[in-house]
DNA sequence: TATATAATTCAACAAACATTGAAGTATTAT
DNA sequence: ATAATACTTCAATGTTTGTTGAATTATATA
């Protein structure tokens, strides 16, 4: 998944009025009246919020066999997993790593130690 | 974590500027003039983002004792935890229901379903 | 004191976005 | 045929955002 990607999906999802669409989605609602009430937002809007997380590829879209005026959303599994997974492993706080300076005054006490004291360096 | 602040750090990841920008601090670096280097952005670009990045609470500013000058920016741990911890619950494909029809056809045939055949319905 | 350095802040702009109300599409019901 | 339903699309609005270049702040150096 490319980073472009990731970033459209973020993107989508930093709205909390979509967070919570999404979470209906996942709940096991579908239709926009039903988003419609439960988030008291005007059926077109919820359309525009829809439509921005199906472009991210999160959400798939079908229509009622029985009756095509109803419109179901649901999740797209592989894509939510995918993210679910990069996620994981990007936001992972054991990724952090300390300050390592390259520049700035404590870099020159580093190139200090550097040349002057390298055995003491590597105790840092 | 509430979510309007879950949405606001989604928003400010959902660039991918700024998730190569987080990137870089994840790594080590750190003062402005390396990230400029690193993403081939001007400097007060640089400073824009990392703005929101601190705005959402997910870096943490701080100025060399020695030389004022340079500002480090460094990882906020613990909303970088708790953000962690929420995503990856928020985004468990786990929690993904079946379509739970409270409206539409699909309904009414379990309506039907429910007055007609309860114990048909208990199969469904 | 004057100059250089690291980074921020300001002003300005076009592009993108959320929201509203009205119109349109496609389908079903009467 | 007409009306109702479910939803989308369109047009228009004000707001927010990313980007640029210039000005500014704060500190260190010559």
């Known amino acids: 998944m490319e980073i472009e990607k990731i970033a459209q999906c973020l993107k989508a999802l930093g709205d909390p ?12 609602t579908q239709c926009n009246c039903e988003f419609s009430d439960s988030l008291n937002l005007q059926p077109n809007l919820i359309s525009h919020h829809l439509r921005i997380l ?19 959303y649901t999740i797209n599994q592989s894509a939510y997993k995918e993210l679910h997974e990069y996620l994981n ?3 992972d706080p054991d990724r952090i790593q300390p300050r390592q300076p390259t520049c700035g005054p404590v870099n020159e006490v580093m190139s200090f130690a550097e040349k002057i004291l390298p055995k003491a360096k590597q105790q840092i």
């Open 89 to 91: 492993n990007f936001l």
């Open 17 to 28: 009025k979509r967070l919570l669409l999404l979470n209906l989605i996942l709940n096991g």
């Open 54 to 72: 199906k472009e991210a590829g999160l959400v798939n879209i079908e229509r009622d066999p029985r009756d095509s005026r109803w419109i179901y």
